[in-house]
Every structure is written in C-alpha cells, then in structure tokens.
C-alpha cells in the first residue's frame, strides 16, 4: 500500500542545519504534489511547504521562506526537506504527505493530502 517514511530527524542546536528525507513506495510519486508538515505539541499541524510533482514549483510558509528547501527525486522516488538556521521555535514532528497532482493546486492545509509518513522528531536546543 501506500507508504511514506520520513528519517533525518534529531536534536540540533540553534543555528543549526538538518535535512529530512522521505521515502516514497506503493504509490506513483511522480504523479503527486508533496508538502512538509510540523506540529508541535498542542498546536494544529501546521504547512511547512510543498513541491509539485516536476520538482519545479515550491510554496514555502512565510516564516520558513529563505530557511527552509525543498527538493525531489523522482527516479529515487524521494523528497527533501533541508532546514537551515533552525531555531528553538522550529521543534515539532515533521511529516511528509502526497497528494495526488491531478487534484490540482498549491494545497497549504493538512486535509488535502492523502497519504503521510509517521512523522520525525525535529529538536532545537537554545
């Protein structure tokens, strides 16, 4: 079935950099739009960015824009989070989620996405 597995997740300190990777299977990845979630605890799960399925446009959330990349490699079946100057404020679970690109759009909200990872451990420390 359709599988996403997030790993790169771990404790940083502030300033630091961390790169996430996620591991698609069971589905045709090239044929969807991949974005990158957070939460944290007792916070809704909140848009990161998102990466349509050439791997050409992004959409990053204002507070990650200049930090944060995204990236894709459809042959590996794989995408990128690279997170740069982190800091205290960015720990939460990262995930990773698809959905399906013939839906269309730049979707920033959790509920259009079908299919997510079990999510990684992102800690920055002060």
């Known amino acids: 079935q359709a599988q996403l597995v997030e790993s790169g997740g771990g404790l940083v300190q502030a300033g630091g950099s961390l790169r996430l990777s996620c591991a698609a299977s069971?589905?045709?990845?090239?044929?969807?739009?991949m974005g990158w979630f957070r939460q944290a605890p007792g916070n809704q799960r909140e848009f990161v960015g998102w990466i349509g399925w050439r791997g050409i446009d992004t959409n990053y959330a204002d507070s990650m824009k200049g930090r944060f990349t995204i990236s894709r490699d459809n042959a590996k079946n794989t995408v990128t989070l690279q997170m740069e100057s982190l800091q205290p404020q960015d720990t939460a679970v990262y995930y990773c989620?698809?959905?399906?690109?013939?839906?269309?759009?730049?979707?920033?909200?959790?509920?259009?996405?079908?299919?997510w990872g079990q999510g990684t451990q992102v800690t920055v420390s002060s």
């Open positions: 989620a698809a959905r399906s690109a013939y839906l269309g759009g730049a979707v920033t909200y959790a509920g259009g996405y079908s299919i």
């Open positions: 069971g589905f045709t990845f090239r044929n969807y739009n």
